[in-house]
């Protein structure tokens, strides 16, 4: 049983639409991130949350931070081809320098 | 480029084999994170090393073991390999400074076994 589920799995969309991905738990986290992986590669650091209704932004992805601390959402405005990848949360449970709980992804396409 | 060096890139190995995956920290990080990213299961956490100690242990097998050497990089054996055990592995490390866990992926060591 994962500890954080993504939704949606599987997310294939047209240049210059909008998309939001979720990531649900119904544990609390001291912190959330957002990490981007692509074929053969491993998973980039995005972002890091951790103020319970926090907000960031970066350039066209904005993340939210659940107010219990319990879940993450994933905007994407005008999504480019470029954006295509695998779209992973991942949660700190508290404990300093602690593992990291991943969810299983959302594969993102986004088509010209 | 995270910084987090993992070789070999590739390895092609016959069941029952034994294999040694290797990774070198980011400059300066403590921490080590091993884990197995497989298309039906996801990214799996394996084993965390902290300064050459076990830390945290996930799902990681009994054929499985790590270690951390003093200079920092880690060795991840698996042995009696079964054709179940074809998969991605990454290491991860974390600065010693950061209060929330942050994990800078090295690019991973692609294992088929045949």
């Known amino acids: 049983t994962q500890l954080l589920e993504q939704s949606p799995q599987f997310l294939s969309i047209q240049e210059g639409e909008n998309l939001t991905v979720y990531c649900n738990s119904s544990?609390?986290?001291?912190?959330l991130q957002w990490y981007r992986q692509e074929p053969g590669e491993g998973p980039v650091l995005l972002v890091t949350?951790?103020?319970?209704?926090e907000v960031k932004k970066l350039k066209r992805l904005t993340f939210q931070f659940g107010d219990a601390r319990k879940d993450s959402s994933l905007h994407i405005t005008a999504a480019q081809p470029g954006d295509t990848g695998l779209y992973l949360c991942?949660?700190?449970?508290?404990?300093?320098?602690?593992?990291?709980?991943f969810g299983r992804g959302t594969q993102l396409t986004v088509w010209p | 480029d995270s910084g987090v060096t993992q070789t070999p890139k590739h390895l092609i190995t016959a069941t029952g084999q034994r294999v040694t995956l290797r990774c070198s920290p980011r400059?300066?990080?403590?921490?080590v994170y091993w884990y197995q990213q497989s298309l039906d299961q996801g990214l799996q956490f394996l084993i965390q090393?902290?300064?050459?100690?076990?830390?945290a242990k996930g799902n990681i097998l009994e054929r499985f073991s790590a270690q951390q050497f003093p200079d920092l990089h880690s060795e991840l054996n698996l042995s009696s390999l079964e054709l179940g055990d074809s998969a991605l592995y990454f290491c991860?490390?974390?600065?010693?400074?950061?209060?929330?866990?942050?994990?800078?992926f090295g690019q991973g060591t692609r294992l088929t076994v045949v």
């Open positions: 400059s300066g990080d403590l921490s």
């Open positions: 544990s609390v986290f001291s912190s």
């Open positions: 090393y902290y300064n050459g100690e076990e830390r």
């Open positions: 991860a490390s974390s600065p010693w400074y950061s209060l929330n866990t942050e994990a800078f």
């Open positions: 949350v951790v103020t319970g209704g």
């Open positions: 991942a949660g700190d449970r508290g404990s300093t320098l602690g593992r990291l709980y």
